[in-house]
């Protein structure tokens, strides 16, 4: 029998951590050929000019998050645990973050500390990147000599989207949306189907359409946990999937319908049964941390060493970010999580 996504999500057997860590590694990838200034060399945009490593990285975060974010409403149905829950899962590293960004910048620029520091500039970016709701990326004299100039942490430019998603939900759960599953299908399928038609009608991030497939991408991982007793999880329909992006008949599947093949492929690499990789779950969570650290690890690389190609970029940086994350979640990260027991009612907790 083809296993159901319902039953497979009730313990801890999955791949959500392991595949978290792939596509914050797969940012790392894209960033070490853009910020060399080798973007058009990267190996994916090569094979599939619609594609990067960065943006798939970037998409598969969005369908878990629209999935797990989903789950974890459903545990609690009750706004104050949730944003709690919310609260401590994002800021204690987006603010660790923020200061190591402003620290690496200021390292970077010709301008005195005392100077850097009273700067309005740095001010303005310090306040508004750590509350995550608005994005600066420069700082006074950052990078001025790299190949990508003056930008910090261009990795925290999805935050704001995903926090505006999160509030979404919430509105969405209050109302009771996920109270009624027909709706929330029909809603999600008509936002859907209106998104392939006509994705101008969409405002998101001055009609950018990425902007638009990850709040896409997130609708469709929060309704297969809606619905994740129907969802099967096949591994012949996996290999449907992956040969529908390969072969891109018309031009579609890595366009219009990328979002719903690519929510099917996360969700069974995460869940099948056949695919567990026990082993990993017991590695710390490091992939929020190799997402928030590793650009401004990567820009102060390319300026102290302007000779770096990608591959090198990548083979300094990657180890580097996750050891920067690794100390992150086990002295931030995971002290901060247990705190949501003091946020859980009760009848939450049963």
């Known amino acids: 029998m083809i296993p159901r996504l319902g039953t497979l ?14 596509a914050a590694s797969s940012v790392v990838v894209f960033h070490s050929y853009a ?8 190996p994916l945009w090569k094979l599939a000019p619609e594609l990067n490593f960065g943006v798939v990285g970037v998409k598969i975060f969005f369908v878990l998050s629209g999935f797990l974010v989903t789950q974890s ?18 800021y ?10 402003i620290l690496l910048a200021g390292i970077s620029s010709a301008l005195p500390w005392g100077s850097f520091l ?14 995550g709701w608005d994005m600066v990326y420069r700082l006074p004299g950052a990078f001025p000599t790299n190949p990508f ?8 430019w999805t935050l704001p989207i995903e926090l505006r998603l999160y509030v979404a939900l919430l509105c969405a759960g209050m109302v009771g949306l996920f109270a009624n599953r027909f709706i929330s299908l029909v809603t999600v399928g008509v936002l859907m189907l209106v998104f392939i038609a006509q994705p101008e009608w969409f405002p998101l ?18 309704l297969a946990c809606a619905y994740r007793d129907a969802v099967p999880l096949s591994l012949a329909g996996l290999a449907v999937v992956l040969a529908l992006i390969a072969w891109n008949p018309g031009g579609l ?17 995460a869940y099948h049964p056949q695919l567990q990789w026990p082993w990993f779950r017991q590695v710390g969570d490091y992939s929020y941390g190799v997402y928030v650290y590793s650009f401004p690890i990567q820009q102060t690389l390319m300026q102290r060493l302007p000779e770096l190609e990608p591959v090198g970029l990548l083979l300094v940086s990657l180890p580097l970010s996750i050891a920067v994350a690794f100390l992150s979640w086990h002295g931030l990260e995971r002290p901060a999580l247990r705190l949501k027991s003091l946020f859980t009612r009760e009848t939450d907790a049963r």
């Open 149 to 156: 100039p003056h930008d910090v942490n261009g990795s925290l």
């Open 92 to 101: 204690p590293a987006l603010v660790a973050a923020t200061l190591f960004t």
């Open 118 to 131: 009273g700067h309005p500039q740095t001010w303005d970016y310090a306040w508004r990147v750590a509350l």
């Open 205 to 222: 991030a001055a009609n950018d359409r990425v902007v638009r497939e990850l709040a896409l991408l997130f609708a469709l991982g929060s």
């Open 35 to 42: 910020l060399t200034g080798r973007w058009t060399s990267e």
């Open 253 to 269: 599947t890595r366009a219009n319908y990328f979002a719903p093949l690519l929510t099917y492929a996360v969700l069974v690499l």
């Open 9 to 22: 999500t009730q313990g801890r057997d999955n791949n959500i951590q392991l595949l978290r860590l792939l």
């Open 73 to 90: 409403w459903l545990a609690r149905r009750h706004a104050k645990s949730f944003v709690a829950a919310r609260v401590l899962r994002i």
